[in-house]
């Protein structure tokens, strides 16, 4: 594949925090690429820096040294407002704990992230369209029947079926998933894992899965094995070098 | 428009919204009605004022104006001038069963009726009697009940037997007899003393018989309903005025007037101090050749400040010598009054508006609260793409939105309240039999008010700014709440 292709690189990435009066560093020096339709899975233990480069990735967080290109253009030293669009256009978020708000029904949720870009004169123009995308979305991860319901009234696997019709509605260049099924019980996360790979194959997302479950390396195109902050092996087809 | 969307749906089925809402809504009624009772009060003191009290008056300090003809006629000629009026004034001694101090004012009533309203708060002669004596009949009453209270005390107080009890209740009984008489007294009253208040105004013609219609060689004044009723006055009594002026000060003059009749402004001091009578008799009482002044009615009276400077044009040729000519608004006459009745309505209202701040403190804490309980949610809403300013749009709307709504009801309770404020004064005397707005007191028939939409918006207007202000601290501190620790917040 030629680097045109390269969708998402990461260069010399450090991230460490401030605890007790010293430096804690979480991610020592960390580059990686990834390519557009790529399925990258970050494998590691609890602790490893996983879930901080996947946040650092996607915008959220800010690395303490190193660059993120996005398309090739460096993305990592633009302002808040920009940052915050990007992730809004072009990534989308799947967590652990689903992270949805807990005032909305699911179809709002699933709508939020295109109606974060609606201004306030044109709040009206095109929301059918939305709703009708929302609601088509909702539907492929198989909760027709529980739009109008609230987190609340939906179970685990529900709520995360939400969430991943909510990172999908924004049609993301990367999909970001930290632990998405680690939360559930392992039939609901089965369910949950075929249906990403379902959406997978239905839209061919470039994703970056982060896990610590070794029973899901077979799900990524590529696997990247994180320790201690370092990439410390790599590989295809769901098997581990390093 | 996604923010209001998210900050409608946060305070949604809250009762802490309601409450904040509630505050708000308290305060901007309980303002809304101070406002516009305060105005209606103020528009009613204004018009009392200027109702005895000419929108301009032109003096000279030593009665110098020989010939006002002249002087009048320039100062109708200035634009805006509606009608004028010769006058002189001075202080006197009234000596009745007391003695006093008051103003006399000599006038010509038919052209002061055009100046001032002067016709408007004169009293026939019979219909001033039945005022007078139906106020201080209850002002007697009032005394006998406080009679009537006492002796009882003393009664209980005594032995049973005692000559003294025996004594105290003979005249318990006295009392009782006589304030029985005098209720049905006041009672048979009733209906002439409501007529009387609400008689039409007097003809041209009654004001003239009224003041020159007399028997006998005796100057005559009208004087005020409360001189009347404090001297125990009948029309047709005599009273004695002493006087004397800054030029001839020891040749104290003296001279009986006979009570021609009365009139009632509704303002206590001028009720009592002024006494009216022909300008020609007051001056030859006084001991001078000239008048003191010139009463001016303009078209408008908003315009005395800016007539003021064309009318001392006017009458500057006029001017000779040393006797100057002072021209002074209604405003400037009664500067203190007017400042204090100013400073009284802006002290009520800044202190009321204490209660939208305690309100503000209500919306500070319920963003607060808000901003706590919906941390993750900040951080949900970050990681979609919500900018720091979408964050903080979220929750400042929130607390716009409870000022809004909260402004919205006040502004409607408190004008119902107040366009149906005399039902609800009606509706509280029946209820408890206690008039909260005595009209005797204030001289008003009913509590005015006066909605002015400018004012209005001096109420709701800081209101929505405090609140914009508060909310900008909770919101500010969700605003830069950082992503990943908000997401990790449990």
Known sequence: MSSDEIILKAVGIKKSYYAGGRQLPVLRGIDLSIKRGEGVLMYGPSG??????????????????????????????????????????????VFQFYHLLPDFNALENTMLPLLMRRRFLNWFVGKKAIKKKAEELLEIVGLKERMKHNPSELSGGERQRVAIARALITEPQVL?????????????ADSILSLLKGMKSRFNQTFLMVTHNKALVSFGTRVINIVDGRIVGEGNDGSIKG | MWRLFVALRYLKHRLTTYIATAGVAIGVMVLVIVVSVMGGFQREFHEKLRGINAHITVESYDFAIREPEPIMEAIKRVKGVAAVAPFVQNIVLVKGIYVDFGFIKGIEPDMEAEVGKLKQYLL???????????????????????????????????????????????????????????????????????????????????????FCFREGETPGVVVGIELMKHYSLKIGDEILLMTATQMNIEKVQQQKFVVLGAFKTGVFDTDF????????????????????????????????????????????????????????TWMEQNKTLLQAVRMEKWLLSFIIFFIIVVAGFGIVSILTMMVAEKTRDIGIMKSLGGTTGGVLGVFLLAGVFIASVGSAIGLFLGLTFVYKINEVAGFIEKVTGYHPFPRDVYYLDKIPTEVDPLELAYVIVPTLLLSLIFALFPALRASRLDPVEALRYE
């Open chain 1, 48 to 93: 490893a820096g996983k879930s901080t480069l996947l946040h650092i990735l996607g915008l959220i967080d800010v690395p303490t040294e190193g660059d993120i290109y996005l398309d090739g253009e460096k993305i990592t030293a633009l302002p808040a407002y920009q940052r915050a669009r990007l992730r809004n256009e072009k990534f989308g978020f």
């Open chain 1, 176 to 188: 970001f998933l930290d632990e998405p099924t680690g939360n559930l019980d392992t039939e609901t």
């Open chain 2, 124 to 210: 026939r002669p019979d219909e001033a009697q039945i005022i007078a004596d139906y106020e201080s009949l209850k002002e007697y009453i009032k005394a006998y009940e406080y009679a009537i209270a006492q002796l009882e005390g003393i009664i209980k107080s005594l032995s049973h037997d005692s000559a003294q009890a025996e004594f105290a209740k003979f005249q318990l009984s006295r009392r009782r007899f006589q304030y029985e008489e005098l209720k049905k007294r006041l009672e048979s009253l009733t209906g002439p003393y409501q007529k009387a208040l609400n008689r039409k105004p007097l003809s041209d013609d009654e004001v003239i018989k009224l």
């Open chain 2, 273 to 328: 101090r002024y006494l009216y009578g022909l300008v020609d008799e007051v001056k030859r009482f006084i001991g001078v050749d000239g008048i003191g002044g010139i009463s001016v009615r303009l078209e408008d009276y908003r315009d005395a400040e800016r007539l003021k400077d064309s009318i001392c044009e006017a009458v500057e040729p006029f001017e000779q010598g040393k006797s100057r000519l002072v021209v002074r």
